[in-house]
């Protein structure tokens, strides 16, 4: 099993891709969540992510498919969303392994904070299951004027950064 890294330490081995995460999830509170079902097909689905106290939580409803994906298979993905087509500020992909949380005040804390500033209350969630997020790898892809720019890492590894000239011009690493 790859090692897996918190949020507050993803951000200190590749701050530009985090600091990106970050400020997405935080302005639209969304994310596209990738599990594997079953089968081995793919389930995506939206998603409310939380960043507390250094670490990355989703959670979901009771008995939901895409917590029984987590459950059977911790492997998950998560990208940020876009405004529309026209975004060029890029979309940012997580790659990570989610661990349940089991301990009934670990999953009061988190659904509290995840409640704070809405018109929910915590107890409306009482049940639902609460996923940590160890986060592998990352990717932050964008448009820099006419470059297109990918900024990647993985857990142990350096930040690699490739960009290519338009849309179709072929990628070269340049960091």
């Known amino acids: 099993m790859t090692k897996s890294l918190t949020f507050a ?4 081995s590749a701050p530009d891709i985090a600091r990106f995460v970050r400020a997405r999830f935080e302005t ?5 969540r990738a599990t594997l079902r079953a089968d081995g097909s793919p389930r995506l689905s939206p998603i409310e992510p939380s960043i507390l106290q250094g670490q990355l939580y989703v959670g979901m409803m009771p008995g939901s498919m895409k917590a029984r994906d987590l459950q059977r298979d911790g492997r998950v993905a998560l ?3 876009l405004s ?4 060029m500020s890029g979309e940012g992909k997580l790659f990570g392994e989610a661990v349940e949380l089991t ?5 009061h804390r988190v659904l509290s904070a995840a409640a704070a500033g ?3 209350d915590a107890e409306a969630f009482a049940g639902s299951h609460v996923f940590e997020v ?7 892809q964008h448009v820099e004027g006419d470059t297109w720019v990918t900024v990647s890492w993985r857990v142990g590894g350096p930040v690699r950064r ?3 000239q338009g849309p179709t011009g072929s990628p070269v690493d340049v960091g």
Do not use: C, H, M, V
């Open 9 to 12: 330490n993803f951000e200190l």
């Open 28 to 32: 639209t509170g969304l994310s596209i």
């Open 79 to 81: 990208l940020t969303t």
């Open 84 to 87: 529309d087509k026209l975004d």
């Open 103 to 107: 301990d009934p005040d670990d999953i």
């Open 118 to 120: 809405t018109d929910y």
């Open 134 to 140: 160890g986060i592998t790898g990352a990717a932050w």
């Open 162 to 164: 490739r960009q290519r």
